[in-house]
């Protein structure tokens, strides 16, 4: 009887991920777990045994990210208003999670940052996520700025304007609605994480930023969702000062709301000028702003 070769048994990669159960950590997962890893959530609410228990700001145990290869750090806790207590939870948080992965041997960390952090932002959230990135790369790690993120089916900041734009013909709009966004597709910034977290893609030393190079302005976005929807909006134009004070009266009273007020801070104190070199150095270009419906003559 011939000697034959026996099988070679391979074990998939293991990508750990901190807000895999939040919308972007939720696209991220499924895109690493269609390429054929294994993905272990990092949650404040195991639901399986895959999972492990993690809340910022908290320890993870020795060995929580033994045998992760790679490491997505997307969670943040949004209901740290202050920066004092954005830098207890969410930054040394990450310095904490980042200390936890080379302490158990991750080789490739790729932390989500926002559009929203820049030199000279004045939002606690863009302070903030400054700050980690500060920290992200001074660890060695990947640095991604996304811009907006939109999909033909919606989903956290993008998903609440097409809600707005389903539920009312009248749109409150921030001044004049002239602030500058740039987007990004879930699919095309999936693609870009699961490259870089993966190795196929070359990571650069700077920033990346994730958006297609078009800016919209908040307005011209409200008005192509509604383009998209087929239908006629008009807007009311409120001093963003003002807003700014009755979202701010709303937290101080614990009343539930959907939009805060330091988001109105980062909306009307956006980047004038981001910079794309780094994300050109990928060879990642993401597809325009365009929402499906418009493909099928809707304009």
Same mark, same amino acid.
């Given at each position: 009887?011939? +000697?034959?070769?026996?099988?070679? *048994? ?48 908290? +320890? ?9 290869? =790679? ?8 209901? /740290? ?25 991750? !080789? ?25 990135? !500060? *920290? ?16 033909? +089916? ?9 809600? /707005? ?13 002239? &602030? ?33 190079? &078009?800016?919209? =302005? ?5 008005? !192509? ?44 104190? /956006? +980047? ?17 702003? /365009? ?9």
């Amino acid at each position: 009887m011939d +000697n034959q070769p026996l099988p070679t *048994i391979t074990t998939p990669p293991t990508c750990a991920i901190t807000g895999a159960a939040g919308y972007v950590g939720g696209f991220i997962r499924r895109k690493f777990e269609a390429e054929g890893w294994t993905v272990r959530p990092l949650t404040r609410s195991p639901r399986d045994d895959k999972s492990v228990a993690f809340q910022l700001g908290g +320890n993870l145990p020795p060995g929580a990210l033994s045998g992760c290869g =790679t490491l997505i750090h997307c969670a943040y806790d949004f209901d /740290q208003f202050t920066m004092e207590k954005a830098r207890a939870i969410n930054i040394a948080g990450t310095r904490k999670l980042l200390d936890a992965a080379h302490r158990d041997g991750v !080789k490739k960390i790729v932390v989500i940052s926002s559009i929203s952090a820049f030199e000279g932002c004045k939002s606690v959230y863009g302070k903030a996520k400054l700050a980690i990135e !500060k *920290i992200a790369l001074g660890a060695g790690a990947i640095v991604v700025r996304p811009g907006l993120v939109f999909s033909e +089916n919606g989903g956290a900041m993008f998903g609440s304007l097409v809600s /707005q734009v389903e539920k009312s013909s009248l749109l409150p709009l921030i001044g004049t609605g002239d &602030q500058i966004q740039y987007l990004v597709h879930e699919d095309d910034l999936a693609g870009l994480i699961f490259g870089l977290g993966s190795g196929l893609i070359p990571s650069p030393q700077g920033v990346i930023t994730a958006a297609h190079d &078009q800016g919209w =302005t908040f307005r011209g976005i409200l008005e !192509k969702i509604a383009a998209s929807k087929n239908k006629k909006v008009r807007f009311l134009p409120i001093p963003w000062r003002l807003l700014w004070l009755a979202l701010k009266t709303a937290e101080t009273l614990h009343a539930p709301i959907k939009f805060r007020s330091d988001s109105v801070v980062s909306l009307v104190n /956006q +980047n004038p000028h981001p910079s794309f070199n780094e994300l050109a150095l990928t060879g990642v270009t993401p597809r325009p702003f /365009q929402l499906a419906d418009e493909r099928h003559g809707i304009q």
